[in-house]
């Protein structure tokens, strides 16, 4: 098993839309809105959110970027986004 991203790779370049079964398409967008809802709530609602907006400030890296994150119409620097 020393070659499974070669193998991914190549079944995935070979991969053609329809031939996904439409169970497994629902099911994958069903996982998307989930990921998304929480992704979104948790912006402003989770536990460590206020800790971490203050950790950012306190760090100066609250400042401007070009990155988005789901839930806040303000930018980020791309490391602040990915955190």
């Known amino acids: 098993m020393a070659h499974e991203t070669a193998t ?3 079944y995935v370049v070979n ?3 329809q031939d996904i079964p439409a169970e497994v ?5 069903v996982l998307t809105l989930d990921f998304l809802g929480s992704a979104i709530r948790a912006r402003s609602e989770a536990e460590s959110t206020p800790s971490i907006l203050k950790m950012l400030k306190a760090l100066a ?10 839930g806040d119409s303000k ?9």
């Not at 398409?25 to 967008?29: G, I, M, P, Q, T």
């Not at 609250?62 to 994150?69: A, R």
């Open 61 to 70: 890296l609250d400042t401007k970027g070009e990155s988005t994150v789901f």
């Open 8 to 10: 991914l790779a190549a």
């Open 75 to 83: 930018t980020w620097t791309p490391a602040v986004a990915a955190l």
């Open 25 to 29: 398409l629902d099911r994958a967008k």
């Open 15 to 17: 991969l053609k839309y």
